[in-house]
Antibody, heavy 117, light 113 residues
Framework: EVQLLESGGGLVQTGGSLRLCCAASGFTFSSYVMSWVRQAPGKGLEWVSA???????YYTDSVKGRFTISRDNSKNTVYLQMNSLRAEDTAVYYCAKGQSFSDLDYWGQGSLVTVSS | DVVMTQSPLSLPVTLGQPASISCRSSQSLLYSDGNTYLNWFHQRPGRSPRRLIY???NRDSGVPDRFSGSGSGTDFTLKISRVEAEDVGVYYCMQGTHWPPYTFGQGTKLEIK
């Protein structure tokens, strides 16, 4: 059974940092593209970042230079390091897997990040 | 970035009746490999999104056959042949042809009348 379990969310001050983790199981992790998608309270979905099995990375413009996606295929885990956090980064962050970069075929349950002054 | 526009944004439907959601993109979603990377997701209240349809018309495993996707180029449609109570929630289209970034529609909230 496929499982994606996010952790690391919480309350952080404006300008602070947080690292999200997504532990995967039930599939061959190294063969899949992993993505982060966020959803601000009461709003729609916004793609944030993606990383291929061989660690090619992509970001949406609003997080470039502040967020870093990475993965450890030996631990079946993908990370999102978030620095210089802003109020507008407040959201539930979902990790999702896909067979390619155009693909989000399974999502985790999400981790809430709240940025407040 | 490709803009995805859904309509309607709110969709009240009587149980057992059909429902249809439109999704239009600001550019053609036909990719050079011949595929069209248009997906549909369903998000129930308080839950994470679930993919229903990929590449316009392919249903994911376990998705009931009352759901169908169609379209080409810039115009796409998700249809539910007979709405059931479990179908409530928000439906999103998403394009994966012109990336980064992948882009989503605003969402269509389906509720039971």
């Amino acid at each position: 059974e496929v499982q994606l379990l996010e952790s690391g969310g919480g309350l952080v001050q404006t300008g602070g940092s947080l690292r999200l983790c997504c532990a995967a199981s039930g599939f061959t992790f190294s063969s899949y593209v992993m993505s982060w998608v966020r959803q601000a309270p009461g709003k729609g979905l916004e793609w944030v970042s993606a990383i291929s099995g061989d660690s090619r990375t992509y970001y949406t413009d609003s997080v470039k230079g502040r967020f870093t996606i990475s993965r450890d295929n030996s631990k079946n885990t993908v990370y999102l390091q978030m620095n210089s956090l802003r109020a507008e980064d407040t959201a539930v962050y979902y990790c999702a897997k896909g067979q390619s970069f155009s693909d989000l075929d399974y999502w985790g349950q999400g981790s809430l990040v709240t940025v407040s002054s | 970035d490709v803009v995805m526009t859904q309509s309607p944004l709110s969709l009240p439907v009587t149980l057992g009746q059909p429902a249809s959601i439109s999704c239009r993109s600001s550019q053609s979603l036909l990719y050079s490999d011949g595929n069209t990377y248009l997906n549909w997701f369903h998000q129930r209240p308080g839950r994470s999104p679930r993919r229903l349809i990929y590449k316009v018309s392919n249903r994911d495993s376990g998705v009931p056959d009352r759901f169908s996707g169609s379209g080409s180029g810039t115009d796409f449609t998700l249809k539910i042949s007979r709405v059931e109570a479990e179908d409530v929630g928000v439906y999103y289209c998403m394009q994966g042809t012109h990336w980064p970034p992948y882009t989503f529609g605003q969402g269509t909230k389906l509720e039971i009348k």
